[in-house]
């Protein structure tokens, strides 16, 4: 069980932080000032310190030096309650893994105490990381990694992003993943990753959208201790980390030209410095890249290096929408519940009849994440059986409902005041707008140019509201 250590004079947020972060299966202490918080260092060792930058004693920066010295094998973040780029900066130089502001969001906090672990775990052993069973059968469908975080269905679009991947996994190409936000390119990556003769060397994740062209540098091949100013340490880049393995490059279609022409030359030479250093370090990565952006338009842009997009292009895969995967869908959705009820501690069986109805009749524009995040919330909502109607956002259960009067009411059984044309007319053109914003009702009144009250009236009129 990883050790989290959270620095925070305010008790109440201490109290949820650690109470979260408990039932997401952390052991987790609490300090309420920087004196404490190294108390509890000298006596403990702790795997992350998630520490507040305002403490009644000390502040953040101050915090970071004094762990960072004493204790540099163990990560730090720092919590604000404002957004300040340069801060950011400097805070990451002096050996913070990230930079949190408020308010805080679950499952911001919980990727990014993930990733945070698995960087420190990268760096502090020196033998490769051990993958258990690489592919498990479950019924009909496949889950691979041990975190199950990659599902397989039965849908002909599921079935060929599988066949991909088998037949990309053994070689050495460099990969394009390419699909819309949330479709689960990290975990294709992982995939693909767990499939190679580099299954137990790192896989490393990088962010590139988080990215400022001051920290990219040191982020991707790291710098050594004294090479400029604030660099208290030597910091080992994303590329070192990953030697031997696989290094994953999220939204790359996000990093300015300049950084590019320093990848494209380590992509090449298959070296790097560290900044400050004059000595080469041999590289052996497998790079694989994921972007939801038409990057053949950024090259026409002159945003994107041609050069750089044909050295990463000797493979790529599509990944399908959820909404292309049919019933492929309740494969995810019962995959997801049993985490759920894991992590939440209940016993939900399934999902009602209307439930799946719905699930199957939206059109996901989030995808994979959105379904996940769906299901977590009905899940929290729901204290036994299986998760009714009432349990999803309304949006969903509205859309859905929108859907499913399309399909069952035909026009001559439509609402006798929509029978002339015009009403009918009316009728189709709200549900399209509707449907284009996910029933967000402000969002379609504006583009219907009517105010939300008479939206409301409307829709109560085509019974389109619970």
């Known amino acids: 069980m990883r050790k989290i250590l959270i620095v925070d004079d305010e008790v109440n947020i201490g109290i949820l932080l650690s109470k979260f972060l408990t039932r997401n299966s952390f052991s987790v202490s609490t300090a309420s000032s920087g004196l404490t918080a190294m108390e509890c260092l000298s006596k403990e060792?702790?795997?992350?310190?998630?520490?507040?930058?305002?403490?009644?004693?000390?502040?953040?920066?101050?915090?970071?030096?004094?762990?960072?010295?004493?204790?540099?094998?163990?990560?730090?973040?720092?919590?604000?309650?404002?957004?300040?780029?340069?801060?950011?900066?400097?805070?990451?130089?002096?050996?913070?893994?990230?930079y949190i502001t408020k308010p805080l969001y679950p499952d911001e906090i919980l990727n990014t105490i993930n990733k945070a672990i698995e960087t420190q775990i990268a760096l502090a052993v020196d033998?490769?990381?051990?993958?258990?069973?690489?592919?498990?059968?479950?019924?009909?469908?496949?889950?691979?990694?041990?975190?199950?975080?990659?599902?397989?269905?039965?849908?002909?679009?599921?079935?060929?992003?599988?066949?991909?991947?088998?037949?990309?996994?053994?070689?050495?190409?460099?990969?394009?993943?390419?699909?819309?936000?949330?479709?689960g390119k990290e975990s294709v990556a992982m995939a693909i990753h767990l499939n190679s003769p580099r299954k137990n060397k790192p896989f490393v994740a990088m962010d590139c959208g988080s990215l400022t062209k001051e920290l990219a540098g040191s982020e991707f091949f790291g710098h050594e201790k004294g090479s400029f100013t604030g660099a208290l340490y030597t910091k080992i880049g994303h590329f070192e980390m990953a030697n031997g393995g696989t290094l994953f490059?999220?939204?790359?279609?996000?990093?300015?030209?300049?950084?590019?022409?320093?990848?494209?030359?380590?992509?090449?030479?298959?070296?790097?410095?560290r900044?400050?250093?004059?000595?080469?370090?041999?590289?052996?990565?497998?790079?694989?890249?994921?972007?939801?952006?038409?990057?053949?338009?950024?090259?026409?842009?002159?945003?994107?290096?041609?050069?750089l997009y044909h050295r990463f292009n000797e493979f790529s895969i599509n990944l399908p929408p959820l909404s292309a995967r049919?019933?492929?869908?309740?494969?995810?959705?019962?995959?997801?519940?049993?985490?759920?009820?894991?992590?939440?501690?209940?016993?939900?069986?399934?999902?009602?009849?209307?439930?799946?109805?719905?699930?199957?009749?939206?059109?996901?524009?989030?995808?994979?994440?959105?379904?996940?995040?769906?299901?977590?919330?009905?899940?929290?909502?729901?204290?036994?059986?299986?998760?009714?109607?009432?349990?999803?956002?309304?949006?969903?259960?509205?859309?859905?409902?929108?859907?499913?009067?399309?399909?069952?009411?035909?026009?001559?059984?439509?609402?006798?005041?929509?029978?002339?044309?015009?009403?009918e007319a009316e009728y189709d053109a709200i549900l399209k707008v509707l449907r284009e914003v996910n029933f967000n009702k402000t969002k379609a009144a504006q583009l219907l140019n009517i105010d939300r009250k008479t939206l409301y009236n409307k829709m109560k009129a085509i019974d389109l509201e619970k």
Request: hydrophobic content about 35%; overall charge negative; glycine content about 6%.
């Open 45 to 98: 060792t702790y795997d992350l310190v998630l520490c507040d930058y305002r403490l009644e004693d000390t502040d953040g920066k101050e915090m970071l030096v004094k762990i960072k010295e004493k204790y540099p094998n163990t990560g730090v973040i720092i919590i604000t309650g404002y957004s300040d780029i340069k801060l950011a900066v400097e805070l990451i130089k002096l050996g913070a893994y990230d």
């Open 127 to 183: 033998v490769p990381r051990q993958v258990s069973e690489v592919v498990k059968e479950k019924g009909n469908h496949q889950v691979y990694s041990e975190q199950e975080n990659f599902v397989v269905g039965q849908s002909i679009a599921s079935k060929e992003l599988l066949k991909q991947i088998e037949v990309v996994a053994p070689t050495n190409y460099s990969v394009i993943l390419l699909g819309e936000s949330g479709t």
């Open 249 to 273: 490059l999220d939204e790359v279609g996000n990093l300015s030209y300049d950084i590019q022409a320093a990848l494209l030359r380590t992509v090449q030479e298959r070296k790097i410095k």
């Open 275 to 307: 900044i400050g250093s004059t000595k080469e370090i041999d590289l052996d990565v497998r790079i694989i890249i994921a972007t939801n952006e038409n990057l053949g338009s950024a090259i026409q842009n002159g945003r994107f290096r041609e050069d």
């Open 326 to 423: 049919g019933h492929d869908i309740m494969i995810f959705a019962h995959t997801f519940l049993k985490v759920a009820n894991g992590e939440l501690n209940r016993n939900i069986t399934g999902f009602s009849t209307e439930v799946e109805d719905c699930f199957l009749t939206y059109n996901w524009p989030g995808n994979v994440r959105e379904l996940k995040n769906v299901i977590k919330r009905a899940t929290l909502l729901t204290d036994s059986g299986e998760i009714q109607l009432k349990a999803l956002p309304l949006e969903i259960s509205t859309y859905a409902r929108a859907s499913a009067l399309e399909h069952t009411i035909s026009r001559s059984e439509r609402p006798r005041g929509l029978k002339n044309a015009a009403l």
